[in-house]
């Protein structure tokens, strides 16, 4: 009994942390800007594909990886430049449809580009699976973890201990506040599309090995990490990975002992009664309007 | 100078019908119809049916056409959605006034198709899976696959040979999974094979550990059976390697090809499914009467599009030379006599199987067109 519940605890935390890194994504461009940048996903598949097709191209893994981050790091600074930058006095609406139209737009570039098909992507180290407790563990599992972890406490860092870090946080707060004080706020949304790439990217890359990769899987894993971080309060770090983990274990607990079929309406069935008894997410930032 | 007028326009219009009518009779095309997803989420089916198709009518027009006259190949591109599908199969019959209909690459855009084309009293060799296009029986409508019941049979047969009576049950929740999904427990029951475990996944889903972890616990469960299509049953295959669930595994037919190894890498290794002798073309016994045929075919396809062959153009060839044995049959193509043609046709072996239609069986295969493969070393292995 308790090693099932292992397994299906492994599982969810394993998908769970996926989805985090997505909801992180998410949060850092919401709070730069208040959008909410719904072609997250697509950087996410970025990261897959290219690295797929450079190991295809005979480079090694770690060579690839890094290829990939870059190439989705350009396209994030590109879709701010070329896209949200031209229409900066529209409200965020406007520019949250923007990233859709993007998001279908690189979905077709990469459908051409790279085809329709699925593509496989070995485990960074090696296909024999570790028993802990009578489950069983992918040792990608352990990357996935590992490297979110790794990539949260470093943003934690950055937001927190570094100059740039709060210029972004100061903009999020207060655009023209932060203007006055010498913020280049344009250099910030920027930063803020650069650094969500390259953190959607390296989701991608993780969990290519579990998942496959293909040109349309922004779509479902992008929505999920949405669902993430509206669940953990839009704009809040920690409750973008609260978020994403609890989604995940509700997931899998309800696939294991429930049904699969239950997955998603059990998984949106937390999420409405989250947001029901508290709008802001579980660790959205407390409303105050000021008059 | 009105007569004149008058007797000159009789002229023409006699000459002009004259002309019509003569060349009807010279080169009239016969006019195969055709809707498919050539493009869009189910193109892996729609685009080697049209290369197919287009191959083997210019292949035929060359060799002098059918009865004398050149076929015509008239397709649109469904891209997957059964409105357009509609929409389409309602063109070929008004507006093209097509003989006969050789398409529908999907279960949904051929039974979105099926009322309008029955209406309009036109055969049609659908060339998707689910058993509900043939079952019950609707006159006008004939198929090519194998349906899903005839795959679950199949595998159940093999377990039964190897005295296999427990299985656990894991299937997609997509329409073809589904449809496998209630086939194989009407087919287990039938067969006294018991179903211990019965569990399902979305085809969205990126981890079946959760559902393989129940199947594994179940220790009386001796075979396990995964019925999906798409990505999924790669995952699957995948989780259950990862799992070390040390029991027979089974796939349906809707990952027969060699992507799926791709996808699967070597934790496909000793699975086996039902699969067209398409993908083993060597391996068949020279005896074999559908050796000549999945060869010729198998070599045709790849040195024309420089491609691999696949399990779904093979069912576009069989509804074209079907369409043609019929219209041969009928000597004509009156819609009435080819379809009673069609109904009739013995022995026809195809790429995909053996066809005996019958005024009750508008897919005339059996079980036994499927072949048992096994994955061996990352390849195809048949099994006797």
């Known amino acids: 009994m308790f090693s099932e519940f292992l397994q299906y605890l492994f ?38 594909m290219a690295t797929v097709s450079l190991i295809g191209l005979g480079f ?34 406007t520019l949250i449809i923007i990233t859709i139209g993007a998001a279908i737009f690189i979905r077709g570039i990469a459908q051409l ?70 913020i280049k706020t344009d250099m910030v949304l920027m930063l803020a599309f650069l650094l969500s790439a390259v953190l959607g990217s390296i989701a991608g890359i993780i969990v290519a090995p579990i998942t496959f990769t293909s040109y349309d899987i922004g779509i479902m894993l992008g929505l999920k990490g949405f669902v993430a971080a509206a669940l953990g309060g839009l704009g ?15 997931e899998a607990m309800t696939a294991g002992y429930i049904s699969s079929d239950y997955k998603d309406a059990a998984a949106f069935g937390v999420i409405i009664l989250v947001l029901f008894f508290m709008p802001r997410g579980l660790m959205g930032a407390r409303v105050v309007e000021r008059v | 100078m009105s007569k004149k007028l008058l007797r000159r326009g ?36 729609g685009d080697p049916e049209l290369k197919t198709l287009r191959m083997y009518v210019d292949k035929i027009n060359e060799e002098g056409g059918v009865l004398g006259r050149p076929l015509e190949l008239v397709h649109y591109d469904d891209e997957g959605n059964a409105s357009n599908a509609r929409n389409y199969a309602s063109r070929l019959v008004r507006a093209d006034r097509v003989d006969i209909i050789v398409g529908g690459s999907t279960t949904g855009a051929t039974m979105a198709a099926v009322p309008l084309i029955e209406q309009s009293r036109t055969p049609f060799i659908s060339l998707a899976g ?26 159940m047969q093999d377990m039964q040979e190897r005295g296999i009576t427990k299985i656990g049950l894991i299937s997609g929740t997509g329409g073809f999974g589904r449809s496998g999904r209630e086939q194989t427990q009407q087919v287990a029951e039938a067969m006294g094979i018991q179903i211990l ?15 393989l972890t129940r199947i594994r616990n179940n220790q009386d469960i001796e075979a396990v059976f995964n ?149 061996v070393d990352g390849g195809w292995k048949l099994i006797e």
């Open chain 1, 11 to 48: 599982t969810g935390i394993t998908i769970g942390a996926t989805y985090a890194l997505i909801a992180l994504g998410f949060t850092l461009i919401y709070n730069a800007s208040h959008v909410i940048n719904f072609a997250q996903g697509e950087f996410l598949m970025i990261g897959g």
């Open chain 1, 60 to 93: 090694p893994l770690p060579v690839a990886m890094v290829g990939a981050i870059l190439l989705a790091a350009l396209m994030g600074i590109a879709l701010q430049r070329f896209a949200i930058a031209p229409a900066k006095q529209a409200d965020p609406v």
């Open chain 1, 113 to 182: 580009v790279w085809g329709r098909g699925y593509h496989s992507m070995p485990n960074f180290s090696g296909d024999v699976p570790v028993r802990i407790g009578g489950a069983v563990v992918n040792t990608q599992t352990f990357w996935v973890v590992g490297i979110a972890a790794v990539l949260v406490a470093g943003l934690v860092f950055f937001f927190t201990k570094t100059m740039i870090g709060k210029a972004i946080l100061a903009t999020s707060m207060n655009k023209v506040a932060a203007r006055l004080v010498g």
């Open chain 1, 236 to 250: 809040s770090g920690m409750g973008a990975i609260v978020g994403g983990l609890t989604l995940g274990i509700v």
């Open chain 2, 10 to 45: 009789g002229l023409l219009a006699a000459t002009l019908a004259a002309g019509i009518f003569s060349g009807a009779q010279a080169a009239d095309p016969i006019k195969i119809g055709s809707f498919l997803s050539v493009t869009g989420p189910a193109s892996f089916l």
């Open chain 2, 130 to 155: 689910a058993v509900v296009i043939t079952d019950p029986v609707k006159p006008w409508v004939f198929k090519t696959p194998q349906s899903d019941r005839l795959a679950a049979e199949r595998v």
């Open chain 2, 197 to 211: 475990e019965d569990v399902t996944y979305s085809p969205s889903d990126t981890d079946m550990t959760a559902q």
């Open chain 2, 227 to 375: 019925f999906g299509f798409g990505q999924s049953p790669a995952i699957v295959t995948r989780n259950f390697a990862q799992l070390g669930i040390d029991r027979p595994f089974y796939q349906s037919h809707g990952v027969a090809s060699n992507s799926f190894l791709d996808l699967a890498g070597s934790a496909a290794e000793g699975l086996r499914l039902p699969a067209s002798p398409i993908l083993v073309p060597d391996s068949l016994a020279d005896d074999d009467p559908q050796k000549t045929i999945v060869q010729a075919y198998v070599d045709a396809y790849e040195a024309r599009w420089n491609e691999s062959v696949s399990t779904f153009g093979g069912y576009a060839y069989d509804g074209l030379m079907l369409a043609v044995a019929a219209i041969e049959e009928a000597g004509s193509t009156d819609r009435e006599a080819v379809r009673q043609a069609l109904e009739n046709i013995q022995g026809h072996v195809g790429v995909t199987g053996i066809f005996n239609m019958s005024p009750n069986d508008h897919n005339g295969l059996a079980a036994d067109s499927f072949r048992i493969l096994e994955v």
